[in-house]
Nanobody, 112 residues
Framework: QVQLVESGGGLVQAGGSLRLSCAASGRTLSSYGMGWFRQAPGKERELVALVSRLGRHDYADFAQGRFTISRDSAENRVYLLMNGLTFEDTAVYYC??????WGQGTQVTVSS
């Protein structure tokens, strides 16, 4: 089993940046493909970014060029750097391991 805890969310003005962190315990994250997802009020949860076990990155169209996913094996963490935030990026952001394990989410609110 792996436990995931997200942090780094908060309130930011439009155009600003945030770096989300996903800390893991119970198992090394290098065993998993990792992803960030988000869910806005009244909407379905959607994919933001993925990083495979071999380091391949994939991004949703809205994230391409603005967001960067990375993993730190030494710290057993995965990060999501978000630049150029807009009001539409307001959502709860979730970390996912292997398509199976979820964190509790961290709220990102962007003021326009």
């Amino acid at each position: 089993q792996v436990q995931l805890v997200e942090s780094g969310g908060g309130l930011v003005q439009a155009g600003g940046s945030l770096r989300l962190s996903c800390a893991a315990s119970g198992r090394t994250l290098s065993s998993y493909g990792m992803g960030w997802f988000r869910q806005a009020p009244g909407k379905e949860r959607e994919l933001v970014a993925l990083v495979s076990r071999l380091g391949r990155h994939d991004y949703a169209d809205f994230a391409q060029g603005r967001f960067t996913i990375s993993r730190d094996s030494a710290e057993n963490r995965v990060y999501l750097l978000m630049n150029g935030l807009t009001f539409e990026d307001t959502a709860v952001y979730y970390c996912n391991a292997g398509g199976i394990h979820w964190g509790q989410g961290t709220q990102v609110t962007v003021s326009s």
